[in-house]
């Protein structure tokens, strides 16, 4: 019997110390992708950095394999040599196959650094890309056009922008016309100034209030007084939810809510509360902590007042997360 358990430790031994082998080996070399974001535009070059990391001096091969549904479309390899001191980061160009209108296609990036010994286990990682058209509303043109769309836009930069992408709207210039919105949606354009336009923050609360749904696009500054607290003089909201980023991917699980290309930045700013004489307010904030999305739901019809600090006009043209991310929350706040 005794015999038996010390085979059995000894056994135990052994494959402790392989598992051991296998950590410490593991954790010599490592992979790091330097880009936070997978959406790439179909038809279009798409850039990736990946920074070879050794807690010792090794030499080997960096390989890559760009693959969708199944299929190799591309691969490649270079020679590297790390350090503690050196992490050399490789530079990986992807040649993305263009896709169909309303068609999102998920391919894979895979890398692999293998060390010339060939005891060494390879270090890899797989990232996970989606591929998109140019264009979130080429299958959905008559519902776009049925939403019936009043832009209010001081800073000008999304109206451009819709116009440019035929996206159907009616441009109003002064605050007192948005009141006149029914069985429409009225969309803020990106930068607006609670500040210079001191009476727009209550149009817009009444218009959601009203049945119609609100959204507005990452406001530069000021401040809204906060619906459904006490002291509040606002209509009274169903419910009012705080969110971060995740929120992109509950909308969409396929577009990027952990960065947006070239430099990963998503929010342009944030909303925070604040108190003073007024009562609660919810104020727009460049820094600290605080929501990029703070939805407020009204019982009447659709109503609803959406603040997305998000830069969807800003990023439009950098990454298809921004604009799918527009047809998203149109779809929600209109269902």
């Known amino acids: 019997m005794k015999m038996r358990i010390w085979t059995l430790l000894g056994f135990i031994s052994v494959f402790i110390g392989f598992v051991s082998m296998v950590s410490a080996g593991e954790l010599e070399t490592g992979l790091n992708m330097q880009e936070q974001w997978g959406d790439v535009f179909g038809g279009k070059e798409a850039v990736f950095h990946v920074a070879v990391t050794s807690a010792k001096p090794a030499t080997g091969t960096v390989s890559w394999q760009f693959s969708c549904e199944g299929h190799t479309i591309a691969r490649g390899e270079k020679a590297v040599e790390a350090s503690p001191t050196n992490r050399p980061a490789v530079e990986i160009k992807l040649a993305v196959p263009s896709v169909k209108d309303g068609v999102i296609m998920p391919a894979s ?119 459904g607290v006490e002291g509040s003089n606002q209509p009274f909201p169903l419910q009012i939810a705080f969110r971060q980023n995740n929120i992109i991917a509950e909308l969409d699980k396929r577009l990027d809510d952990k960065g947006w290309a070239p430099d990963g930045s998503i929010v342009s700013n944030i909303m925070v509360l604040q108190s003073d004489r007024k009562g609660i307010l919810l104020a727009v904030a460049n820094t600290g902590a605080g929501w990029s999305w703070v939805d407020l739901r009204f019982p009447a019809g659709k109503g609803c007042l959406i603040m997305c600090g998000f830069k969807i006009v800003e990023k439009w043209n950098e990454s298809p997360a921004p604009r799918f991310l527009l047809e998203r929350i149109l779809n929600d706040m209109t269902k």
Do not use: H
């Open 109 to 227: 990036l895979t890398v692999e650094f293998a060390e010339q010994k060939a005891e060494k286990i390879p270090a890899n990682l797989v990232k996970q890309l989606y591929i998109f058209p140019e264009n979130p509303f080429a299958d959905r043109s008559d519902w776009l056009k049925k939403l019936n769309i009043i832009l209010f836009d001081p800073a000008g930069k999304t109206a451009e922008l819709f116009t440019k992408n035929e996206i159907p709207f009616k441009q109003v210039n002064t605050i007192g016309a948005l009141s006149d919105s029914k069985d429409s949606v009225l969309i803020v354009g990106e930068s607006v100034s609670f500040k210079e336009s001191r009476s727009l923050a209550d149009i817009l609360v009444k218009t959601a209030a009203a049945g119609i749904p609100v959204l507005c696009l990452a406001p530069s500054e000021g401040e809204i007084q906060m619906p």
